[in-house]
């Protein structure tokens, strides 16, 4: 049994038909499947020990208060952060940028100043500084693409002033599946006496990450990504930033001690942690952690470059597809192919491709800027991760050759 139709066994819904059709999932830019190991961890929780965690003096509420402090230990470990209690957990990333943004941003950025982002950016690390910057008469600039969809080394040069408060980036683009040079923005950023929040969600579940030797000053990602549950992010944040920053939300469990007229904060993660938390989605980061770890990113960082090299070597032998951030052979390229057909609509080829049992994403991704930007009103995407294979590949290729035809197009 070779390594992929290994891991494949250990996901339930791999191996569930679509129609007529065995699946090949190919949206893991979305949201990644999820193993047997993790949905067990969750329904253990709830079956065994579900209760309220920091609140109770009884064992089911300890046990909990365990589980959900040691997955943010896990976490911590897992991205190399320095102390657990920079570790703060939200319902996703989108939640984990605004949370910057509402908290750092509304405080930290006023009139005049600048906030800079990538063109290809995500628009849930867009809005939110569009807003503040609207809220606040700050500017928001963008850096801008080369030729080859790489950001453009004249814009990080030229864009990162005196007057940039704050820089926003992906670590990878989840339109291009480019890696982008963060540890570069983050060195000139805080020349200019700027903080900088990356953007990690298609970066933590690819590739070895560690926030120390990036130097980011917040970093974010969604455990759903990461073979986790959907409603449990992630935020990371650099201690005396937290510190100096207010609540995000307020009631229980984010206070120390509350009076009529006044109330004290608690310290670090709580702050940022009001109400009841996802204790079975912190179960389920945690297994998916530990599940990674096993796997090990060596392998899945080459497995999925060997297929992403081997899916666009097939495609570039169709003269009717276009591709995007494909152009050449690259080092910093992940597992994300971005294409277009010839004359056809991108949800026709996707719809096209489900007949075949094959789901790979279309539309503009959350990202409409950089659509304008590249001139295409959307397109198709194919996300590969660790448990794709090469006859992922090939059955992708071949619903691909299909789609002109199905409507009249011919070849």
């Not at 190919?26 to 329904?43: F, H, M, R, S, Y």
């Not at 864009?159 to 000139?188: C, D, H, Y």
């Not at 920053?245 to 469990?253: I, V």
């Not at 991760?385 to 619903?399: L, M, P, R, T």
Request: aromatic share 10%; net charge negative; glycine share 8%.
């Amino acid at each position: 049994m070779n390594n992929t139709v290994k891991f494949k066994a250990d996901f339930p819904l791999l191996g569930k038909p679509m129609g007529n059709n065995p699946l090949v999932y190919l949206d893991n830019g979305a949201t990644t499947q999820k193993p047997g190991e993790v949905i067990k961890a969750i329904t253990e929780y709830y079956d065994s020990f579900n209760a309220n965690p920091h609140r109770g003096a009884y064992e089911l509420s300890i046990k909990a208060t365990d589980i959900y402090e040691n997955a943010r230990i896990k976490t911590q470990q897992f991205i190399n952060a320095k102390y657990s209690h920079e570790i703060i957990f939200t319902k996703n990333a989108t939640e984990s940028l605004n949370l910057v943004a509402y908290s750092y941003g509304l405080s930290h950025v006023g009139a005049g100043d600048e906030v800079l982002i990538a063109i290809s950016e995500h628009h849930s690390n867009l809005v939110p500084w569009q807003y503040v910057c609207q809220m606040k008469g700050a500017t928001l600039k963008y850096i801008y693409l080369e030729e080859d969809h790489n950001l453009s080394q004249r814009d990080i040069e030229e864009k990162i002033t005196e007057k940039t408060k704050v820089v926003a980036v992906a670590q990878v683009s989840n339109v291009l599946g480019l890696i982008n040079p963060v540890k570069e923005i983050v060195e000139r950023a805080h020349k200019a006496g700027a903080v900088v929040v990356v953007d990690g969600s298609q970066s933590v579940p690819h590739m070895a990450v560690d926030v120390q030797d990036m130097d980011a000053d917040f970093f974010v990602f969604s455990g759903h990504k990461m073979l986790s549950p959907m409603g449990i992010g992630v935020l990371y944040g650099k201690e005396a930033l937290l510190n100096d920053m207010p609540p995000f939300l307020m009631g229980g469990d984010m206070i120390d001690y509350v009076e009529e007229q006044h109330t004290d904060y608690a310290p670090l993660p709580a702050k940022f942690e009001a109400g009841t938390q996802n204790v079975g989605g912190a179960a389920g980061l945690s297994a998916a952690i530990d599940y990674l770890n096993r796997v090990g990113f060596e392998y899945i960082e080459k497995q999925e470059k060997e297929l992403t090299k081997y899916a666009i070597s097939r495609m570039k032998e169709m003269d009717y597809i276009e591709l995007y951030g494909c152009d050449s052979s690259r080092d910093n390229k992940t597992g994300i192919v971005t294409f277009n057909v010839k004359d056809v609509h991108p949800h026709d080829v996707s719809t096209i491709m489900d007949a075949h049992g094959v789901a790979i994403r279309a539309g503009h991704h959350c990202a409409q800027p950089l659509m304008i930007y590249l001139k295409q009103n959307a397109t198709c995407r194919a996300s590969f991760y660790f448990y794709n294979s090469k006859e992922d590949v090939d059955k992708f290729i071949e619903a691909l050759s299909k789609v002109r035809g199905v409507l009249g197009l011919g070849a």
